[in-house]
């Protein structure tokens, strides 16, 4: 059965429909990638999966339980958690502080939250500098601090978004281990990028998103191949990332 669905999500903002009659289905532990144009509707996609906003219809299933209409909190509770696109961690707390905050407030398991908070930050390799504040911290290491702050609420699925974006390359093959790692550990994710050598080394499946539309659904090899996605997406993407800028922010 389906660990995460989706059925005929719509979010219209006033006369812009971000999404448009979108449905999917995950199953338990597999990775999944989501790709597609600037503004095509990925992350609010997501914002519709975590209660973030409500979908203007459709709904949203975890483990056979339909979650749409509850606040990001309950969902996180019940083992579903987001990485921000753009990455604010708590200013005046440290690495530790703030992951602990996403242990204590997301958490399947409210026991030992700290303890939970350090082994994230461990996983991630920033527990050096757990008592560090992050106001220093390059853009690589606030992406794998916000990847600690969702890993420490023990996520059942985990959604990224972006986590590649604006890294180098180095840094870039560092958060792919991780996500690798993350999924062998039997974690569902579900993880949206423009850099594509990362997505789609570690997507099972793609799913393309175009102007709230799901377009195409296959596996890394059929997404690259398919004449409608380098239209609409493809062609520009791999023509930066050669240029060696990806996109995101
Ligand atoms: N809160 C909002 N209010 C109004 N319009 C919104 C809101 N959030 C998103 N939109 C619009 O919805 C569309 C989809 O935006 P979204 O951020 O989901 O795209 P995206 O695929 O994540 O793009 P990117 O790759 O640039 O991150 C865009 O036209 C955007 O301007
Ligand atoms: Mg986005």
Redesign the pocket.
């Known amino acids: 059965m389906a660990l995460l669905e989706g059925e005929h999500l719509t979010?219209r903002?006033?006369g812009?429909?971000?999404?448009d009659d979108v449905s999917f289905s995950i199953d338990r532990g597999e990775a999944v990638g989501l790709i597609?144009?600037?503004?095509?509707?990925?992350?609010?996609?997501?914002?519709l999966i975590t209660g973030v906003?409500s979908p203007t219809e459709g709904t949203v299933t975890l483990d056979g339980e339909v979650i749409t209409g509850r606040k990001p909190y309950q969902i996180c509770h019940r083992g579903l958690v987001k990485t921000h696109?753009i990455v604010k961690p708590l200013e005046g707390l440290t690495l530790l502080e703030n992951a602990t905050v996403g242990a204590e407030f997301g958490g399947r398991d409210p026991e030992h939250p700290e303890e939970r908070a350090y082994e994230a930050l461990e996983f991630v390799g920033l527990d050096h500098i757990a008592h560090d504040e992050p106001d220093e911290l390059s853009v690589g290491a606030l992406k794998r601090l916000e990847i600690a702050r969702v890993l420490a609420t023990d996520p059942e699925v985990l959604l990224l978004?972006?986590v590649a974006?604006g890294l180098d390359t180095e840094e870039t093959e560092e958060i792919v281990d991780l996500i690798r790692e993350i999924r062998d550990r039997g974690t569902t994710v579900f993880l949206?990028d423009?850099v594509m050598r990362a997505l789609m080394s570690v997507s099972e499946r793609v799913f393309v998103?175009d102007k709230?539309e799901l377009i195409a659904e296959g596996t890394p090899e059929e997404i690259q191949n398919d004449e409608h996605v380098i239209e609409a997406y493809l062609g520009e993407s791999a023509a930066r990332d050669h240029a060696g800028t990806a996109?995101?922010?």
């Open positions: 979010k903002f006033g812009v429909v971000a999404v597609g144009p600037n503004g095509a509707g990925k992350s609010t996609l997501f914002r906003h696109q978004d972006e974006g949206i423009h998103l709230g996109a995101g922010d």
